[in-house]
């Protein structure tokens, strides 16, 4: 089985709740999440699907507890002197999505060394003796940029729209984006912008670049700034380009208007927000003594033209379009990797 058809398969059972069969051997144990950054919606989306699917496993004995702490800041100095409290406390595995891929290795080998599983995700370590579950964000920057080769033959200028500086997904999606140019040499990057992932931010950004920027035929970006970007661009005046969105609720609700009035195609793109609860399930299983590869990928979720209505229908609102993973769901996962 291939792990999009997993993804399906994870979505359809995302609705139905099926009881979990308590683990004897992690009864006992308990895990904590390091979140190094709580300040958009997919981050905000990504802790309630923690706190819902792990409430249901402390209450159903598969552990005894799964609790989550943010950084007040998203400073990897920050969340490795919170890895090393959550040392001290007893945690048997630390879920971490990290502020950075190498500046955590310290902290993340202390815990492995006191005998504490450590799982990454999203924001990936490198230290070996931490687990990874990883998207691949190149591909799914690099994506954007093919989709458009498509919808725009003769190419145009882009504006890009990246993530939060200093983070591992937003220089790897923004890695991505570089290599689709290269692949399709219509396009050229004629600005680019940080929108930290939210759409506040992304609109003034690109209201403060728009008044220096040539035509702009389409403006690839990395989830959270879809909507702001529009509104950035309905401000000025100028005409709307092709916008690729990052599944936010704001994004898919604007995306739908600008369908029904006038047939406009996008597409959109992001990881699922509920890879945290894979994250949960992968450590529960490697503290239940299961063979697990160190690194695990998992696709991005994407949405289309012809897909909009249905995955709008089930979005939160405020929230982004998600995959919660059942352990069931892990398991199979955990066995494709071998």
Known sequence: MNFRTILMASVAMACIAAPIAAQADTSSKKIALSNNYAGNSWRQAMLTSWDKVTKDAVSQGVVAAADPFTTAENQATEQAA????????????????????????GAVK???????????????????????????????????VEYLSAKLPDGGNLLEIRGLA?????????????????????????????????????????????????????????????????????????????????????????????????????MSVSIAPGV?????????????GKDVKKDLVVPFLRIDQDNLEKNLETTEKGGVANVEYSLEDAQKVIEAAK
């Open 276 to 288: 945290s609860t894979l994250a949960f399930w992968v450590a529960q299983q490697i503290l239940d």
């Open 110 to 144: 202390e815990a492995c060394d006191a005998g504490i599983t450590v799982v990454s995700f999203d924001g990936i370590v490198t230290e070996p003796c931490a687990w990874r579950i990883a998207v691949d964000f190149k591909e799914m920057g690099r994506s954007q």
């Open 166 to 266: 200093g983070v591992f997904v937003d220089d790897e999606i923004s890695a991505g984006i570089h290599e689709g140019v290269k692949q399709f040499p219509q396009f050229k990057i004629v600005g680019s912008v940080h929108g930290d992932w939210a759409q506040d931010v992304a609109q003034r950004a690109v209201a403060g670049v728009l008044p220096s920027l040539p035509e702009i035929a389409a403006v690839v970006t990395q989830g959270g700034d879809g909507y702001g970007a529009a509104q950035a661009f309905q401000a000025a005046n100028r005409p709307t380009p092709i916008i690729v969105m990052g599944n936010r609720e704001d994004e898919l609700q604007w995306w739908k208007q600008q369908k029904d009035a006038s047939g406009y195609e996008t």
């Open 82 to 105: 919170q890895i090393q409290n959550m040392i001290l406390q007893g945690y048997d595995a630390i879920v971490v999505n990290a502020a950075s891929p190498t500046a955590l290795n």
